[in-house]
C-alpha cells in the first residue's frame, strides 16, 4: 500500500560503528536527522536500529517513527541495513531519502533541491564531494535490492544503468560525519537555523485528542501488516495502549475504523475498514495542507518581518 510520496530511510543498526545517541547540541543524532527530514515533510520515516535499541526507540517514538530492527547488529555491513530499509518501503512511496546515521548535519533545504531533481538517484554535492542524503526513485529500488556484489550501496548505485545526477549544493553539513565531532559543533549553530521552522501538533479533538499524528501511524501500520501486534513492535508502542487509542477513536466517531477477523486457518488478522482507510488519508492530506500554510505564514510574519 502506498504511505506517502517520500519516505526515508536511517541506518542506526552497527554496534560497530553506529553512534545513534551521540549528541550534537542538546539532542541525540538520530532525533536530529529525524526531525530534519520531518521538516522537509517526509513520512514515513524508518530507522533502522540494532545498537541501543530500546534507548533509541524511547527517544524518537513520540516522533511517529518506524522501527525495523536489523538481527546481524554485531558487525552489519551498512548495505544490510539500506536493505532492510528499502525492502518495507518499497511499493509504499516514490521516492526514498537515504542516510547514515552517522550523517546528521545535512539541512531539509538540501532535501528539498534534491527532491526537484527527476533523476533516478541524486546524490547531493559540495565542493565536488558527494555526500548524504541519496535520493532514490521507486524504480531503482529492486535493482539495488538484487545487488550482492562489492563496495554496498556505492556499488550497487554504480551498476545502476538509470539516470543519476550530482547536485550541488551550498550545505557544508552533507560532507560532516561524527567522526570529525569538532566540525560538527562548528556547524551547529547553521544547522539548528536550518531547523528553526513552525511546529505544529494537528490533532482532532472533543473532551480529550482521539485522533492524531500517532494514530494515524498506527492506522498504516496496521493497514500494511494486518495485525495490530506487529504495527506496535514496529513503532515502540504497547499492545494495550494501541488498543485503548483505537477503541476510543472508534467510540468518538461512531464507527468501525478497523475490522477483527479472529481465528481461521491463518490465524486472525485486523484490516482497516473503508471507511478507516478514508480517515487515514484524509488526516495525512490535512497535516499537509496546514503544516504547508503553516509554513508560508511562518516565512511572512516573521522571517518576512526580520523578526527571526
Same mark, same amino acid.
Given at each position: ?5 517520500? &519516505?526515508?530511510? +536511517? ?13 550534537? &547540541? =542538546? ?5 536530529? +536527522? ?46 544490510? =541495513?539500506?536493505?532492510? %530499509?528499502?525492502?518495507?518501503? #518499497? ?124 494514530? #494515524? ?23 494495550? #495502549? ?11 466517531? &461512531? ?7 479472529? %481465528? %481461521?486457518?491463518?490465524? &486472525? #488478522? ?5 471507511? %478507516? ?32
Amino acid at each position: 500500500m502506498k504511505f506517502g510520496s517520500v &519516505g526515508a530511510v +536511517i541506518a542506526a543498526a552497527s554496534k560497530k560503528d553506529a553512534f545513534p545517541l551521540l549528541k550534537v &547540541g =542538546s539532542i541525540p543524532i538520530v532525533r536530529r +536527522i529525524v526531525l530534519t527530514l520531518q521538516r522537509a515533510g517526509v513520512f514515513p520515516i524508518v530507522v533502522v536500529t540494532g545498537t541501543e535499541e530500546l534507548e533509541v526507540t524511547r527517544q524518537t517514538a513520540p516522533l511517529g517513527v518506524v522501527f525495523i530492527k536489523n538481527r546481524e547488529c554485531e558487525r552489519p555491513e551498512l548495505f544490510s =541495513s539500506v536493505k532492510l %530499509g528499502l525492502s518495507y518501503l #518499497k511499493g509504499k512511496c516514490d521516492r526514498v531519502v537515504f542516510t547514515p546515521v552517522n550523517a546528521p548535519m545535512f539541512s531539509a533545504q538540501t532535501i528539498h533541491t534534491l527532491l526537484a531533481s527527476s533523476a533516478n538517484i541524486v546524490t547531493p554535492t559540495h565542493d565536488g564531494r558527494g555526500g548524504h542524503p541519496i535520493v532514490l526513485r521507486s524504480a531503482v529500488i529492486p535493482q539495488i535490492l538484487a545487488y550482492a556484489g562489492p563496495d554496498g550501496l556505492h556499488g550497487a548505485i554504480s551498476q545502476c544503468s538509470c539516470g543519476k545526477a550530482r547536485i550541488a549544493v551550498s550545505d557544508a553539513g552533507t560532507l560532516m560525519s561524527i567522526h570529525n565531532e569538532q566540525q560538527l559543533r562548528q556547524h551547529l549553530q547553521a544547522h539548528n537555523a536550518s531547523l528553526l521552522t513552525p511546529s505544529v501538533k494537528i490533532s482532532i479533538d472533543k473532551e480529550t485528542v482521539f485522533f492524531n499524528s500517532r494514530l #494515524k501511524l498506527l492506522l498504516f501500520l496496521i493497514a500494511d501488516l494486518q495485525s495490530v501486534r506487529q504495527a506496535c513492535q514496529h513503532m515502540g508502542l504497547s499492545y494495550q #495502549k494501541a488498543w485503548d487509542m483505537i477503541n476510543q477513536l472508534e467510540q468518538e466517531l &461512531g464507527y468501525a475504523v478497523v475490522e477483527r477477523q479472529h %481465528g %481461521g486457518k491463518s490465524g &486472525g #488478522k485486523t484490516c482497516l475498514t473503508e471507511k %478507516g482507510c478514508r480517515l487515514m488519508y484524509a488526516f495525512q492530506q490535512y497535516e499537509d495542507e496546514v503544516r504547508s500554510f503553516a509554513r508560508q505564514r511562518f516565512d511572512v510574519l516573521f522571517r518576512g518581518a526580520d523578526l527571526i
